[in-house]
């Protein structure tokens, strides 16, 4: 089986739920704590072994480019880190998805530099913080069973609406088999409550399903949709990981990412901690805890 060291991450999104300040900063390079959401998925990635990160970016996203063509940014992601001497081996790419038609095209953008081989795609609106690379246990995982994997939570029955949704069922050492994949399902349509994250690991074989499935007229193409027909000839597993995944493509998320980081930091966390706690009480005191 061929190991996973290209990795994907899309990220000319429109950012329209974080307007006005997207009108200036592309939403991945927002920050969380004093790190732009972007170096998170960076970190995560190269912890699982990713060697060639892609990025597909939209061309009014040049700050992007920017920041990520300068060497010395991606080494501070690494800094005092085990793996510190890998960031300046690191290949980084830039792929340009010239209009917004959706995730799937702009996984497709990337088939020429991915080539034939396995790859992970990273969308760093979601922020995974956990003890090892929410990607390196994917990958771990991957490696003993091949196929292609997706990283799952389980979210309330009123949040189908946000995400793919997943029909499952339970296979060997805790893992999900796919049975069927659906884009954003009304509480009445979710085949279940495991949801996707924003973690993939799949086959170049997507990338023929996607250029099958086409954009028709100007419609968005939907990765969920290529993995579901995709699935009729592949094995895809979810993975529910350790670790906690945070919802940076929205507001309150995006807060409580900072919130998580915040406290995590050995230098910050005590003062963090007790404006959380002051919070708290305050609003415990003006009886807001419901
Ligand atoms: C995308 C995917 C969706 C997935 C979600 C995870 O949606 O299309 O299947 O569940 O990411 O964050 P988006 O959040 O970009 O609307």
Redesign the pocket.
């Known amino acids: 089986m061929m190991s996973v060291k290209k990795a994907v991450f899309p990220v000319a999104?429109l950012g329209t739920r974080f307007r006005p300040v997207t009108s200036v900063v592309p939403k991945e390079m927002l920050p969380i704590v004093d790190k732009p959401l972007i170096d998170y998925a960076i970190e995560e990635a190269v912890d699982a072994g990713i060697t060639d990160l892609i990025f597909v970016v939209s061309p009014d996203k040049h700050i992007i480019v920017k920041y990520l063509s300068d060497k010395g940014n991606i080494e501070a992601i690494f800094e005092g880190k085990e793996n510190e001497n890998e960031a300046s081996r690191l290949n980084i790419e830039f792929v340009f998805q010239n209009e917004p038609l959706g995730?799937g095209h702009a996984v497709l953008c990337a088939q020429e530099v991915v080539g034939a081989d396995p790859f992970a795609v990273l969308?760093p609106?979601?922020l995974v913080v956990s003890e090892v690379s929410c990607l390196a246990q994917m990958v771990d995982k991957y490696g003993e069973v091949g196929g292609n994997f997706i990283a799952v939570v389980e979210v309330e029955p009123q949040q189908t609406h946000?995400?793919?949704m997943l029909k499952v069922d339970e296979y060997l050492n805790g893992l999900l088999k796919v049975t069927a994949m659906v884009?954003?399902p009304s509480i009445e349509k979710a085949p279940s409550n495991f949801?996707?994250?924003?973690r993939y690991i799949l086959d170049a074989g997507i990338f023929e399903t996607l250029r099958q499935q086409g954009t028709g007229s100007g419609r968005e193409l939907?990765?969920?949709e290529a993995m579901d027909t995709l699935l009729l000839q592949q094995d895809f597993y979810g993975l529910r990981f350790s670790g906690v995944r945070y919802?940076c493509?929205e507001k309150v998320g995006l807060l409580e990412a900072n919130i998580a980081c915040f406290l995590g930091r050995p230098d910050l966390s005590m003062r963090a901690q007790k404006v959380v706690e002051r919070f708290a009480l305050s609003s415990l005191e003006n009886g807001e805890d419901k």
Do not use: P, R, S
Not at 195 to 198: H, T
């Open positions: 999104g995730l969308l609106d979601d946000m995400y793919g884009e954003k949801a996707i994250v924003g939907q990765l969920t919802d493509g």
